[in-house]
């Protein structure tokens, strides 16, 4: 079709091919940006804990059969589909080819894989017994996947509940009260406090602020407040404080601490276990709470360790940070050396603390919801109906 439509208008060859070659560069240009930007969503899209889980578990039941690494990388290349995995064991395929560990792979993805998790692998590796630190690590990473999850689902319910609520709240200014609210100024009577406030939420919404909707102000304001909030996080300070307001809040607060605790002991636990030196383990431990006021606590204690201080001796006087019973636990870990076994039964007792303060919170998130349904419900109600009522009432008298 292109050479007879060449033909039809009588270009040369030398010119049809200039034409034919600019196409292709054009589409071989496009086809590099979809390219890149597929290639950046791939990298920056994160891998779901089940798929870690997968990777563990199945790397080391390959392991344990005799299966060599690559061969078994490549394995979990080919069944994963996630994207994001495959080009990790991609790249883990070619590290390991060419003389690194699987460990120093790993370190390139950091936001992924933790810092205790690499240890581990690190230390499976120098011993011996990577396949047994393999499905250490996949029962860990399960265990703190439920957890996260049954948080997750907690506060999934009463966040929806939430959301309804203001955007039922938002569709009845936005939509009811304006064509009411001629009605209600006719009425002549004092309106009631309820309908004012719904008729100046309602104007608000309605209004503008130097010609642009107030609606559009108030997003922006929320946007540039999350963006600056992120922001002030990320620096050191900033990070201190806002997970020490994190553990100041009443009720999530505490549970919290007791996630915290649990990470530390569960880390220290799998750690030592695996033979990693403890002032190192501490070190690494400091990372994975995920804490900016516990990692600083954490490093403090690695540091007087290495000057001959137990763990026990430096957490005492601290019981809103280390509670006396997993002071107390520790200490008789490491006089009898056994703090691999004693940190893990810690982790497992504060697991199921946790476990049991979701299940408590999400019985009496219900009520809750309830209650505050009601309040909104009969506020919207009262405000509406009032002046209705008033307006039949003046009607009957007139």
């Not at 392991?63 to 394995?75: E, F």
């Not at 009845?172 to 304006?178: A, D, E, F, H, K």
């Not at 919207?380 to 008298?397: D, Q």
């Amino acid at each position: 079709m292109a050479q007879e439509l060449a033909t039809s208008i009588h270009i040369g060859k030398d010119e049809y091919k200039k034409i034919k070659l600019g196409e292709t560069q054009a589409a071989q240009i496009e086809g590099g940006v979809f390219a890149r930007i597929n290639e950046w969503v791939i990298e920056k899209s994160p891998v779901k804990m089940k798929e870690k889980v997968t990777f563990f578990r199945l790397l080391a039941t390959m392991i344990n059969a005799g299966v060599s690494l690559v061969k078994s990388l490549s394995i979990l290349q080919e069944q994963t589909e996630d994207l994001k995995m495959k080009r990790i064991c991609e790249k883990l395929i070619s590290r390991i080819e060419v003389g690194q560990t699987l460990s120093q792979g790993l370190e390139l993805y950091p936001d992924i894989f933790l810092g205790a998790e690499i240890g581990m692998i690190r230390s499976g590796e120098a011993s011996g017994r990577l396949n047994q630190v393999l499905l250490t690590l996949a029962d860990q990473t399960e265990k703190n996947a439920k957890i996260k999850g049954k948080i997750k689902g907690a506060m999934m319910y009463p966040m929806a509940i939430v959301f309804v609520i203001v955007a039922v709240f938002t569709a009845v200014s936005v939509l009811v009260i304006p064509k009411m609210k001629t009605s209600f100024e006719e009425v002549g009577a004092e309106l009631p406090k309820s309908t004012q406030v719904m008729i100046g939420i309602s104007d608000f919404l309605m209004g503008k602020t130097f010609g642009i909707p107030n609606p559009a102000i108030v997003i922006a304001c929320i946007i540039l407040f999350n963006i600056l909030l992120s922001a002030w996080k990320k620096t050191h300070s900033g990070k201190f404080y806002w997970d020490k307001f994190l553990l100041a809040v009443p009720i999530f607060g505490n549970l919290r601490r007791k996630l915290i605790l649990a990470q530390f002991a569960r880390s220290l636990s799998t750690l030592t276990q695996s033979g990693i030196s403890i002032v190192k383990a501490l070190r690494i431990t400091s990372e994975v709470v995920g804490n900016e006021v516990y990692r600083r606590r954490i490093l403090l204690i690695a540091e007087d360790v290495k000057q001959g201080i137990t763990i026990g001796e430096n957490l005492q006087g601290n019981r809103k940070m280390f509670p006396v019973m997993l002071v107390s636990m520790i200490s008789v870990g490491e006089q009898t050396a056994q703090l691999d076994n004693v940190t893990g039964k810690v982790a497992e007792f504060y697991e199921d603390e946790v476990e049991t303060m979701v299940k408590t919170l999400s019985s009496l998130m219900e009520p809750f919801i309830i209650i505050l349904i009601g309040v909104v419900v009969g506020f919207m109600v009262t405000a509406i109906m009032s002046p209705i009522m008033k307006m039949s009432e003046l009607a009957t008298e007139g």
